[in-house]
């Protein structure tokens, strides 16, 4: 199997699992798993595929990924309580799938447009957006509510992926350096807090002026 197909079965797979241990920590029944890990596995992909016109999507063209939700959701259902700390794994996962999800989209960007500024935008995107689908959808605070670096560490590996690429690495190589890339940020991010400088509040002012 093709590296790139194995990083896109695993990042559905992982972003499922994510959505299954959301749907577990809000105590929703099987199809509340079912959902939430479909929603969350397939949803960045999806939006890539919408963004660069590959109509149908994937998950239409090979319903193996939505089988691969489901199995996952449905393994979590009989399993998730048996976790101590389920929230804990749910943002190392993301982690992972991020990783994974983030050289895929860049990937199929280069592919279908040759743009590295595309590339860094597909794969941004489908690393990202299922995860914050399942926390919109099951009323989490979003991950990009989180102080520490998110959607900074999905460009990281896409940009390293493109760059490896564009100076003819091997596809092995450019995918694990995006992978590594990526999982270095974001678990840098997670276990020791790393930010970005934030923007300063302005003073305000009173709802009179504004009238």
Same mark, same amino acid.
């Given at each position: 199997?093709?590296?790139?197909?194995?990083?896109?079965?695993?990042?559905?797979?992982?972003?499922?699992?994510?959505?299954?241990?959301?749907?577990?920590?809000?105590?929703?029944?099987?199809?509340?798993?079912?959902?939430?890990?479909?929603?969350?596995?397939?949803?960045?992909?999806?939006?890539?595929?919408?963004?660069?016109?590959?109509?149908?999507?994937?998950?239409?063209?090979?319903?193996?990924?939505?089988?691969?939700?489901?199995?996952?959701?449905?393994?979590?259902?009989?399993?998730?309580?048996?976790?101590?700390?389920?929230?804990?794994?749910?943002?190392?996962?993301?982690?992972?799938?991020?990783?994974?999800?983030?050289?895929?989209? /860049?990937?199929?960007? #280069?592919? $279908?447009?040759?743009?590295?500024?595309? &590339? *860094?935008?597909? %794969?941004?995107?489908?690393? @990202?957006?299922?995860?914050?689908?399942?926390?919109?959808?099951?009323?989490?605070?979003?991950?990009?509510?989180?102080?520490?670096?998110?959607?900074?560490?999905?460009?990281?590996?896409?940009?390293?992926?493109?760059?490896?690429?564009?100076?003819?690495?091997?596809?092995?190589?450019?995918? /694990?350096?995006?992978? #590594?890339? $990526?999982?270095?940020?974001?678990?840098? &991010? *997670?276990?020791? %807090?790393?930010?970005?400088? @934030?923007?300063?509040?302005?003073?305000?002012?009173?709802?009179?002026?504004?009238?």
């Amino acid at each position: 199997m093709p590296i790139l197909e194995i990083l896109d079965y695993a990042g559905v797979a992982v972003f499922a699992a994510t959505g299954a241990l959301s749907a577990s920590r809000k105590q929703l029944d099987i199809i509340g798993y079912l959902f939430l890990a479909s929603v969350t596995g397939i949803g960045g992909g999806t939006m890539r595929d919408v963004i660069l016109g590959a109509t149908p999507v994937f998950w239409v063209l090979n319903p193996t990924y939505l089988l691969v939700c489901a199995s996952v959701g449905l393994v979590l259902f009989f399993t998730a309580h048996l976790f101590d700390s389920r929230y804990r794994m749910l943002v190392w996962l993301d982690a992972i799938g991020l990783s994974a999800y983030c050289v895929m989209g /860049a990937a199929k960007g #280069l592919a $279908a447009t040759g743009s590295p500024t595309v &590339a *860094l935008v597909t %794969g941004m995107l489908t690393a @990202t957006f299922g995860g914050i689908l399942r926390d919109l959808l099951a009323g989490e605070p979003s991950v990009l509510l989180r102080p520490e670096v998110y959607v900074t560490a999905a460009l990281v590996g896409a940009g390293a992926f493109v760059f490896a690429t564009m100076v003819g690495m091997p596809l092995i190589a450019t995918s /694990a350096l995006g992978v #590594l890339s $990526a999982f270095a940020v974001r678990g840098g &991010a *997670l276990k020791y %807090g790393w930010t970005l400088p @934030t923007g300063r509040a302005g003073p305000g002012r009173d709802p009179s002026d504004v009238m």
